[in-house]
Structures are given as C-alpha cells and as structure tokens.
C-alpha cells in the first residue's frame, strides 16, 4: 500500500523549490534568462528524436501564453 507522510510531501515540495531556483539560476547567469537561446544553444549541438519533439511541442502547446 502507498503510505505518504505529510514529511515526505514537504521533503518533495522543498526538493522542487530548489529545482526549480537552480534551473532559473542557470537560465539568468549563462542565458541571460532566454529559455529560447538556451534551447537553441542545445539543439545546435544535439539531435532530438522524434519522441523528445512530440514532449516539447505537447508542453510548448499546454503552456502557452
């Protein structure tokens, strides 16, 4: 049976916080904050499979503006 304690949720919680403030600390410091040129500088470099661009397009889709 799945057992989750209110620790192990707020453990989770804090680890993503700090996920999420590292990424945007590496974004502004090496992208100036353009999550567009960080993606371009990777995909110079890299080829997608078709998978991976099927993910970004269906999050680019769900988040957009």
């Given at each position: 049976?799945?057992?989750?304690?209110?620790?192990?949720l707020?453990?989770?919680?804090?680890?993503?916080?700090?996920?999420?403030q590292?990424?945007?600390?590496?974004?502004?410091?090496?992208?100036?904050?353009?999550?567009?040129?960080?993606?371009?500088?990777?995909?110079?470099?890299?080829?997608?499979?078709?998978?991976?661009?099927?993910?970004?397009?269906?999050?680019?889709?769900?988040?957009q503006?």
């Amino acid at each position: 049976s799945l057992h989750i304690t209110y620790k192990q949720l707020n453990d989770n919680a804090v680890h993503d916080g700090i996920i999420r403030q590292e990424s945007n600390s590496f974004l502004k410091r090496y992208y100036n904050g353009n999550l567009s040129s960080m993606l371009a500088s990777y995909l110079e470099d890299d080829k997608l499979s078709s998978t991976e661009i099927d993910n970004l397009r269906h999050l680019l889709s769900k988040h957009q503006k």
